[in-house]
Each structure stands twice: as structure tokens, then as C-alpha cells.
């Protein structure tokens, strides 16, 4: 009797328990359809089989609450994260014509097939070169420096199939997005990443352009005033890609990068060395500020990817994510190869992330923020 009895009271406290937490999981439920306005149920387990159709109902509905916060600080950041990984049970296929819309404002303001880079073309012999920030300051163009130029911009409209273009992020660690990186018909990365065996399976090896900014070469290489074999050894690790900096930001950055070019023909290496035209970066500024990119300084990614849907029909962004945690709220470094911070209020990370998830909605571009499958 006794046993039976205890067993009723263990089936009647079981029972309990499992309404305890129906209950709890109800009031939740309530809550996330309150603050979401929408079936969280069917939201998360709806897509558990995905991927699912680009034009499905669904698809359209989960790009649209991504396009419907038109500005950051309407949301909070677990709230946008929420929306983007429903996203991700949908196939990605590019809008062409929105694609084809946004290729034209960008020709309008920037051009970056004529202008991105200081050609012999857009800069001729004599031309007093007013710099992006210092513009009080004034490069004449002397014939010595006028021969560093390139005759003419070496990329063309649209001129590329499939880009990649590679920010630093830590998002891109135990990726293994390495293969499809170097799947690309052209790979774009910013500021000497390291590519070695080490990362090569989140990152890749392959590289078209790399960037540098001048800080790099002050700070690790002395302003190449000493020894150069250590930078161009660095260099050699992305082999034949082009080398780009910003030269004429500002006055200080000038000599520093005509550097970069003397080690290179010193050493007769078959690398490029590309200098960015002031004037298209104040454009590309300008642009993102009408877009709500408010920073003293936009990042290289998206002055890279700004170029790269203009010179490509297909752009495919890695390891761009501003936030100190993943889309799971994990908290994750900074980069994919260390934790060091940007100098505070420089850039306006989460602003520009933000906006590719909007193209990203639009069918503009495909950003991946997922572990690649293998």
C-alpha cells in the first residue's frame, strides 16, 4: 500500500512538473509574440527542414522584418540577430534588377572602373592632387611620381563573374569558409590578414588585392627605413596579388606608401602597387552617409566591397560582423586571428554590418556569417 501510494504521488508531482513547464513555455511564447509581433513558434520551427525557396512566402516575409528596421536603434542587437538566423532557412539568389539599381547610383556618385584608383588617365603629369583629409594640402604631380601610376584603372566594369571580398572579422574562426573563398573568381582582403596554414581552412589562400594601411608598415616595419626583406617576405605569402593603400589620405601617408612600391620593384617582384584616388574615397564617404554610416573614417571592407559591386556581377562577403558577439549572442575576438580593438569611435562597425544585411534582404549581395559546408 505504502509503495502504490508513493507512486501515485510521484505520477501526480510528475505531472505537475511537465504543467509547470507548459505553463512557463506559454508565458514565454506570449512574451516573444508581444515583442516580436509575430509566431516566434512558427518563426524557429517552421524552417527546421530549410533551406527554403528565395520567392517562398515565408522568405519574403523574413527579409521584409529585416528591411522593416530602417535605422539600428530601433531594435536591439539580440532582436536583429533573431531575424537574421530565421533568414539564414532561406536560399540567397540575386534581385537583379535591384542589383542592377544599386550598380547605378554607386557609377553615378563613384565610378570606381575610372576613379578608384590614381591612374596616369584621371591624374595627369601637373596636377596639383588635393588629399582626402588634409585638404589643405596639395601633391604636385611630378614626373617621377606621375610614372608610379598605372596608364589606366586595370579592372572594368563588371569585369568578374563570382567576388569575395574578406573582412577580419572573428566570426570567420572554425568557419571553414576557406574553400569557397578560394572558389572566387576574385578575392578581395583588407590589411595583411594572415593567410597562413594555420587559417587557411576559414580563410583561404587565394587573393587578388590586398590593402594596407600605412599604419601597418609604421608600426611593424619601421616605415621600411630599415631592413624591407621582413615586408616583402609578407608580402610574398599573398603571391602575385595587387597591393593598394591610401596614400593620400593625408600628408603623412604619402612617403610611407611610395615606399611600398620601391621595396617591391627593388626586389623585382611582379606585384602591383595601386594608390586609392582621394576623391573617389570622399565619394564613397559621402555615399554611406547617405545610407546612415556616420563615421570619421569608413572601414576598408566596405570601401573594398563599395568597388567590388561595381567591378563584379556577384558579391559574396566574409567575416563581416561588428558586433562583440555572434549571431547566437556568443561573445567572440575581434579578429579571426586576435583580439585587438579598432580605435574607439573611429569607425561605425555595427552601422555598416547593418546596412549589408539590408542589401543582403534586397538581393544586392550575400553576406555569410554560417559555417561554410564543407
Not at 572602373?113 to 603629369?125: D, G, I, S
Not at 611620381?145 to 572573428?170: E, H, L, T
Not at 579578429?335 to 569607425?347: A, L, S
Amino acid at each position: 500500500m505504502g509503495y502504490s501510494d508513493t507512486s501515485s504521488r510521484d505520477v501526480l508531482g510528475n505531472r505537475s512538473l511537465c504543467f509547470f513547464f507548459i505553463c512557463a513555455f506559454g508565458l514565454v511564447t506570449l512574451l516573444q509574440q508581444i515583442i516580436y509581433g509575430k509566431n516566434y513558434i512558427k518563426r524557429y520551427f517552421e524552417f527546421s527542414d530549410g533551406p527554403y525557396e528565395y520567392n517562398s512566402t515565408s522568405c519574403k516575409e523574413l527579409r521584409q522584418e529585416i528591411m522593416d528596421v530602417k535605422v539600428l536603434s530601433m531594435v536591439k542587437n539580440s532582436e536583429l540577430f533573431d531575424r537574421w538566423k530565421s533568414l539564414q532557412a532561406c536560399k540567397w539568389q540575386m534581385n537583379k534588377a535591384e542589383a542592377n539599381a544599386f550598380k547605378a547610383s554607386l557609377s553615378r556618385c563613384c565610378n570606381a572602373p575610372a576613379f578608384m584608383f590614381t591612374t596616369q588617365r584621371n591624374t595627369p603629369f601637373g596636377t596639383k592632387l588635393r588629399y582626402e583629409v588634409d585638404t589643405s594640402g596639395i601633391l604636385h604631380i611630378s614626373p617621377g611620381i606621375f610614372k608610379m601610376f598605372p596608364k589606366d584603372m586595370p579592372y572594368s566594369r563588371s569585369q568578374f563573374k563570382k567576388c569575395a571580398v574578406i573582412g577580419n572579422g572573428g566570426i570567420l574562426k572554425n568557419s571553414k569558409c576557406g574553400k569557397a573563398i578560394d572558389s572566387a573568381d576574385f578575392v578581395f582582403r583588407c590589411n595583411l590578414p594572415p593567410i597562413s596554414e594555420e587559417y587557411a581552412a576559414d580563410v583561404g589562400y587565394k587573393t587578388d588585392i590586398v590593402t594596407i594601411n600605412p599604419s601597418i608598415i609604421t608600426e611593424r616595419f619601421q616605415k621600411l627605413e630599415k631592413w624591407r626583406k621582413p615586408f616583402y617576405e609578407v608580402l610574398q605569402t599573398y603571391e602575385n596579388s595587387s597591393v593598394v593603400l591610401p596614400a593620400f589620405y593625408n600628408t603623412r601617408n604619402t612617403d610611407v606608401s611610395f615606399r611600398v612600391k620601391y621595396v617591391l620593384d627593388d626586389f623585382d617582384s611582379p606585384q602591383s602597387v595601386f594608390y586609392f584616388h582621394p576623391q573617389y574615397l570622399l565619394n564613397v564617404q559621402r555615399f554611406w552617409m547617405m545610407q546612415g554610416v556616420m563615421a570619421k573614417r569608413l572601414s576598408t571592407g566596405l570601401m573594398l566591397v563599395t568597388a567590388a559591386m561595381e567591378l563584379c556581377e556577384e558579391v559574396h562577403l566574409y567575416g563581416f560582423w561588428g558586433f562583440p558577439m555572434d549571431p547566437n549572442g556568443i561573445f567572440m575576438t575581434h579578429h579571426y586571428y586576435d583580439n585587438v580593438k579598432p580605435r574607439p569611435g573611429f569607425h561605425a562597425m555595427p552601422h555598416e554590418i547593418f546596412n549589408f544585411l539590408h542589401l543582403h534582404s534586397r538581393g544586392i549581395l550575400q553576406v555569410h556569417t554560417q559555417a561554410c559546408s564543407s
